[in-house]
Nanobody, 120 residues
């Protein structure tokens, strides 16, 4: 069984910064692509950022230049550094990982989410 646990959410003023973390644990052989999604109130879940195992990244247009995704493969952890936050960044942020489990099975795993609130 593989679990993802996010942390780092909270309340911040517009223009501020937060760093989200997502740690994977369990019977993991390797983790391929890791992603951050977010879902605002009454909105669909949207992809925010992606990072491959080799470190290639991609971002939604709405966060380019403000957010940075990174990962520590040794720790099975992905991060999202969020700078210059805006009220429209308010959402529950979820991490997602494409995991190859120790048994050889391929899993798409979601975290439970961490809430980010940006006040104006």
């Amino acid at each position: 069984q593989v679990q993802l646990v996010e942390s780092g959410g909270g309340l911040v003023q517009a223009g501020g910064s937060l760093r989200l973390s997502c740690a994977a644990s369990g019977s993991i052989f390797r983790i391929n692509t890791m992603k951050w999604f977010r879902q605002g109130l009454g909105k669909q879940r949207e992809l925010v950022a992606t990072i491959t195992e080799g470190g290639n990244t991609n971002y939604a247009d709405s966060v380019k230049g403000r957010f940075t995704i990174s990962r520590d493969n040794a720790e099975n952890t992905v991060y999202l550094q969020m700078n210059s936050l805006k009220p429209e960044d308010t959402a529950v942020y979820y991490c997602n990982a494409a995991v190859v489990a120790s048994a050889g099975t391929y899993l798409g795993v979601w975290g439970q989410g961490t809430r980010v609130i940006v006040s104006s």
